[in-house]
């Protein structure tokens, strides 16, 4: 039961790059977290596009001097016993290839301190996996853990590896846990 926000300047992404990239962001995070994906899971991962005006954007704290200059932010709010590095690392590359799936490759490759990025303008992607504790998701009104996600999205978790990795990450998340 994750949603996906995209925060994006006006006129980085057009209303079909939107239609083509919200599935894609859907099945970047859903196919992380269950095994098999399922179609209640598909419709209950909403993404949310936020647009941001030029008189709005701030890189570095000073005002943007290059309106055409495109830039998207991708969170993903996720219940955090679904992943492990592994999973976080596979979901960053989904996102990524989704936006080149939707943008297009021109081709260009940029190289910071020994990074490279390819397309160019995928540095301009940031994306942050915002993993809400056990526990402390909400459904109508009620808090719900792992198992009850599970149970609200039908279908959830089948294979036994991965269901076995739900559980240790589980059993991690509940350890480190406070109260």
């Known amino acids: 039961m994750p949603f996906v926000r995209v925060t994006y300047a006006t006129g980085s992404l057009t209303e079909e790059q939107k239609t ?16 098999p994906v399922t179609d209640s ?5 909403p993404v949310f596009f936020h ?7 701030f890189p570095g704290g000073k005002r943007l001097e290059h309106p055409n200059r ?3 932010i991708v969170e993903s709010v996720v219940a955090d016993s679904f992943f492990n590095q592994a999973r976080r690392d596979a979901m960053q590359h989904e996102i990524a290839r989704a936006f080149v799936q ?8 940029a190289e910071r301190e020994g990074l490279i990025f390819g397309p160019s303008y995928l540095l301009k992607l940031h994306s942050v996996i915002i993993e809400i504790p056990e526990g402390s998701w909400g459904v109508g009104g009620k808090s719900v853990d792992t198992e ?5 999205i039908g279908g959830g978790v089948q294979k036994p590896e991965r269901l076995a990795e739900l559980q240790d990450n589980l059993a991690k998340v509940r350890a480190a846990r406070v109260s």
Not at 20 to 35: R, Y
Not at 41 to 45: E, N, Q, V
Not at 102 to 109: M, R, T
């Open 102 to 109: 939707v943008l297009g490759d021109d081709g260009s490759v």
């Open 148 to 152: 009850k996600i599970i149970q609200i």
């Open 41 to 45: 899971a598909r419709s209950m991962t």
């Open 51 to 57: 647009k941001i005006d030029y008189d709005d954007d």
């Open 70 to 72: 495109p830039f998207w």
């Open 20 to 35: 083509k990239l919200a599935p894609l962001l859907v099945e970047c995070v859903m196919g992380q977290e269950v095994d």
